[in-house]
């Protein structure tokens, strides 16, 4: 099990990040939260299985359609026992 606090930047408002984030965590079982933030950045809180996290991360270095992903920074933190995945 593993965590990381991710913050991705470029244009990722707007653009259904944060619901296709949210879908993609589930998906591969990776719990967690997403929100905007007002540098219009994307921040994120993964945890799961090392090899689920690892693929929403790589996703998220895409994101959806209308996206422009400049930059992804994943720091790891500490595993909290996060259950479900929200949109903050």
């Known amino acids: 099990m593993i965590r990381r606090h991710v913050t991705v930047s470029g244009r990722v408002q ?3 990040f944060r619901e296709t984030c949210r879908r993609e965590s589930l998906s591969y079982g990776v719990a967690g939260w997403v929100r ?3 540098d219009g950045s994307v ?4 945890e799961g299985e090392t090899d689920a996290v690892e693929q929403v991360l790589a996703w998220m ?6 996206a422009v992903v400049a930059d992804v920074e994943a720091r790891p933190e500490e595993p909290t026992g996060e259950r ?3 949109v903050r």
């Open 36 to 38: 905007n933030r007002a």
């Open 14 to 16: 707007g653009v259904f």
């Open 61 to 66: 270095r895409s994101g959806p359609s209308h």
């Open 43 to 46: 921040e994120a809180v993964l």
């Open 84 to 86: 479900g995945f929200t």
